[in-house]
């Protein structure tokens, strides 16, 4: 039965059933199948710090909205016409301005195609326009879809952090360089068609670059602003989606005004909600099939399973890349993430792979797989967005993946790359300072010593608390001030309780300091005895 069941999800999968109902019937069925546990098992994760008490839950919303604002507004345009100022000179130069303009702006999308539809609606007519081949022109603005993902306030770095539990604010810093590396691939692949083709060439006027910079001047600002926020500690990460989205509605709205308060936000407030709660559906749904998997031990299981055939770090990383470039195909990067970095994290460690190095290099491999052939996502979304038969985007991306697949292994095979930043920001207390001294023992025992035992002579009351000058007021936990021995026992205070009563439990009449401490009482012990261990 339970592998019919299999078959049957399986083939709805196939045949595009959503993928959140394929992950909640699953971890339903899973769950059931255990011993002593119900069906609702799968939904313990769901309402834990894992999900919803998750303080950067929040961030997801407002990242979401600030990217459909600025894709409903003119930044497109802005970010193409400042693109094409200041490098459309190169050879190759309006390729070079797709991809510097999608790389910039799939920071605030995620990935999600709203950048095929938003910069390569434009520049895929100018591209043709200017003479580039439409196999070159095709596959550089799917390429370019998902281009960015490395490059800080991206989504899926907030949302790795979140599982992988590493700190995003140094995930934003391991991400530049590989970032910088696979934009310079393919501009140089850019630069080197259009050396080829001689393609045409925008001249350089500094009086139109600088005009076009200081009309996108906001959108070039917030990526330096919410940076500057982030690492000089002025924003945290929840603080800086918040000042992500009040800024991108701000500028929008009231200083462009490409957004009409009354006729477009509501529009793009829906819109924007939407693919949240898409995303939110399927993150819900994945962390219940998530906890079983972690339930039943697989990644130890799986760790077995590859130590007889795998060794080294470099063998590791190999399977990893190809795995994960198969999961970028077949899956949505939010869903890969929250069911994969569980089950690789604890693998990696393993192997001694850095966390924020493994990051970068998983967050790659879904970059390239969205438009890997033959099922990653964006083939599809560019297909359907220029009309062209999907045999003809597999064979335009061809030369693209190869060249990211290149920055992979670079990546991959030079941790460097991803921990040269990182290295250059310290945890808080990390900073350096005078060297604590320190704290100098007396020389024998002492009431510093009475939760450890082993006192010896010469203890006074001013011991009793560890500090100097105290009294019989302080010899309870809480140090107080006006207490009387009514209070040093443990709950409310009898009006005329004796040292009978210190100990718990009821006393019994006759008793001395002897009987203090828990135990046989000896001749002659003093406050030196108070403490709960022999007497010396």
Not at 193 to 208: C, E, V, Y
Not at 339 to 368: D, K, R, S, T
Not at 510 to 535: Q, V
Request: charged share 15%; with cysteine.
């Amino acid at each position: 039965m339970d592998g019919l069941l299999i078959v049957l999800l399986v083939l709805l999968a196939l045949i595009g059933a959503p993928l959140f109902t394929i992950f909640g019937a699953a971890s339903m069925l899973l769950f059931s199948a255990l011993p002593d546990t119900s069906i609702m098992g799968a939904a313990n994760d769901v309402f834990s710090e894992k999900f919803a008490d998750s303080p950067l839950l929040v961030t997801i919303p407002l990242f979401t909205f600030a990217g459909y604002l600025m894709a409903e507004s003119g930044t497109p345009r802005r970010l193409v016409a400042m693109s094409r100022a200041w490098v459309g000179w190169m050879p190759g130069g309006l390729a070079i301005v797709c991809i510097l303009a999608s790389a910039f702006f799939t920071t605030f999308t995620g990935g999600s195609g709203i950048t095929i539809v938003a910069i390569g609606g434009l520049l895929y007519p100018a591209l043709i326009a200017d003479d580039y081949d439409e196999k070159f022109s095709l596959g550089l603005v799917t390429t370019s879809g998902s281009l960015g993902l490395l490059f800080p306030p991206s989504l899926p770095i907030v949302l790795y952090g979140v599982v992988a539990g590493v700190m995003i604010e140094r995930l934003f810093l391991a991400g530049i360089l590989p970032g910088i590396l696979t934009v310079g691939a393919l501009s140089l692949y850019a630069i080197h068609t259009g050396i080829r083709h001689k393609m045409k060439r925008t001249p350089f006027r500094a009086d139109a670059a600088f005009k076009a910079l200081w009309q996108g001047k906001w959108e070039v600002m917030l990526p330096i602003v919410l940076l500057a926020g982030l690492y000089l500690g002025w924003l945290r990460i929840h603080e800086a989606a918040a000042f992500t989205a009040i800024y991108v509605l701000v500028i929008e709205v009231f200083i462009y005004k490409d957004i009409s308060f009354r006729r477009d936000l509501p529009r793009v407030i829906r819109e924007s909600m939407t693919l949240v709660g898409a995303i939110l559906a399927i993150l819900m749904t994945a962390i219940g099939f998530t906890a079983y998997l972690i339930q039943a031990q697989v990644p130890m299981k799986i760790l077995d399973a590859m130590s007889t055939y795998i060794s080294s770090p470099v063998m590791f990383l190999l399977v990893l890349n190809l795995f994960l470039l198969v999961v970028g195909m077949l899956m949505d990067i939010f869903s890969a993430i929250v069911v994969v970095v569980p089950l690789i994290v604890p693998i990696a460690a393993q192997f001694g792979i850095n966390p924020y190095h493994l990051g970068i290099v998983f967050l790659l491999n879904l970059e390239i797989g969205y438009m890997t052939p033959p099922v990653g996502l964006n083939l599809f979304i560019s297909s359907f967005r220029f009309d062209k038969p999907i045999t003809l985007i597999y064979r335009s991306v061809v030369p693209f993946v190869a060249l990211l697949l290149i920055a992979l292994l670079v990546t991959t095979y030079v941790p460097s790359l991803s921990t040269a930043m990182v290295g250059l920001m310290t945890d808080p207390g990390e900073e350096s300072g005078a060297p604590v001294a320190p704290a100098q023992q007396p020389s024998g025992p002492s009431l510093d010593d009475l939760d450890n035992g082993g006192a010896g002579g010469g203890e006074t009351l001013d011991d009793l608390g560890g500090g100097g000058g105290e009294t019989l007021d302080d010899l309870d936990l809480g140090g107080s001030q006006g207490e009387t021995l009514d209070d040093l026992e443990p709950g409310p205070a009898q009006p005329g309780e004796t040292l009978d009563d210190l100990e718990p439990g009821p006393a019994q009449p006759g008793e001395t300091l002897d009987d203090f401490e828990p135990g046989p009482a000896r001749p002659g012990e003093t406050l030196d005895d108070l403490e709960p261990a022999p007497a010396n």
